[in-house]
Every structure is written in C-alpha cells, then in structure tokens.
C-alpha cells in the first residue's frame, strides 16, 4: 500500500432503518454494532427501533440487553411482540 488515501477499500454505507437484524455479524462484534446502530438510529431521529437477535438459546438476547442496560440513549426496551419477532427480537425506546 502506497500511503495514498485514494488507495484505500472504499467503506460500505449502510442506510439506517428501524430495525436492524444482527445474524449477519459476528457475535464478538454484536456489542459495538448495537452501540454504534444505537447512535445512527437516535441521530436520524428514530423513537423506537428493532433488535433482531434471534430465539437460539438467549445468548445473544442477553449480550445485545446487557449493553441497553446501560446506553445512555435508551429509555427502555422489551420483548417484541409476537408479530415483530417475538422473543427473538427487541423492541427499543430512545430518548428525545
């Protein structure tokens, strides 16, 4: 690589919707990745947003609701309901 920034990969944009589904990630990433979705989705003015972490065997549920627990932009969160998911996802409610 020659220094020169106009070398560089060029980074994937992604748009920021309500829901994010997390299987495409690797689980050592799903922490950093809900923080950051978090920042994006309550900049672009999102209130509620989706977690879709899956039912598997709740692993993953409680690694992505241990950091809601203590983010600074979530007012609450919970299950999702039957028709968004159900146990194998989370519902958020961000700060105003």
Do not use: C, N
Request: aromatic content about 8%; glycine content about 10%.
């Amino acid at each position: 690589m020659s220094g020169d920034p106009h070398d560089e990969e060029p980074v994937a944009v992604l748009e920021i919707e309500d829901s994010i589904d997390l299987h495409g990630f690797q689980p050592r990433d799903i922490p950093d990745v809900v923080v950051s979705y978090l920042e994006a989705a309550h900049e672009k003015g999102f209130r509620e947003v989706r977690l879709i972490h899956g039912r598997g065997t709740g692993f993953q549920r409680s690694r992505v609701r241990q950091v809601l627990s203590t983010h600074p932009l979530v007012d609450r969160f919970g299950d999702a309901p039957a028709t968004r998911g159900g146990w194998g996802a989370t519902l958020v409610w961000l700060k105003a």
